[in-house]
């Protein structure tokens, strides 16, 4: 094998590499629409059901934006005693990305003390990052249980005067999807392969 097919082999896997790196990472905007602001009276733990509704990993970033106030990064204790005197780190320019770098759970708190215990905090279950697949998961049969009986068969659920032939099944462009993402990988392998011949 030449040193120029070495080369191009390892560029080919590289730029694997980076699209499914970047493909993978995702930038929360905290609040969403409302932002990092004090909650409403009916709404105490904003942050905290927003943040619980939402899956993070390492990788990920938070985006606090905000006006006349700060985020700091706390530990446990500041959190929730609302102490921002020892921060692991302190933001106050009303735009703030915060790169989730580590499995574990983050503490955010407004570094005014009043704010935060009005409600202007937030912990974050960081976790690690989800493999990407690059072939679909194998189908398996479902299993046996006491309730099997009861779901229909396909040729129940077909309507009258159709044939196993023409009806529609269940499985159309979650089929579609795997084949596409399966027939791209096998093409950009082939494309490896062909380059490590050279």
């Known amino acids: 094998m030449s040193s120029i097919s070495i080369l191009l082999l390892f560029f080919f896997l590289t730029t694997i590499t980076v699209v499914i790196t970047t ?11 409302v932002g990092w602001r004090i909650p409403a009276t009916n709404e105490p733990e904003l942050y905290d059901v927003w943040a619980s509704r ?5 990788g990920d970033s938070l985006r606090f934006r905000y006006k006349n106030d700060s985020v700091a990064v706390v530990e446990k204790y500041g959190y929730y005693h609302c102490d ?22 983050m503490y955010f708190i407004s570094g ?17 990052p989800v493999p990407v697949r690059l072939f679909p998961p194998a189908v398996s ?14 040729s129940q659920v077909m309507s009258f005067g159709s044939s196993p032939e023409t009806s529609p099944g269940p499985a159309s462009s979650d089929s579609v999807s795997s084949v596409s993402v399966t027939s791209v990988v096998l093409v950009l392998l082939g494309l490896g392969f062909s380059v490590v011949n050279l």
Do not use: W
Not at 54 to 58: A, D, E, P, S, T
């Open 84 to 105: 921002s005197s020892n921060p692991i780190s302190f933001f106050n320019d009303g735009d703030t990305v915060i790169n989730l770098d580590d499995v574990g759970t």
């Open 141 to 154: 049969a479902p299993p046996e249980n006491a309730y099997s009986d009861m779901a229909p068969s396909p």
């Open 112 to 128: 005014d003390a009043d704010l935060c215990k009005q409600g202007v905090k937030m912990m974050v279950e960081v976790t690690s």
């Open 54 to 58: 939402r899956l993070f990993h390492v």
């Open 23 to 33: 493909v993978s990472a995702t930038e929360f905007k905290v609040g969403g629409a």
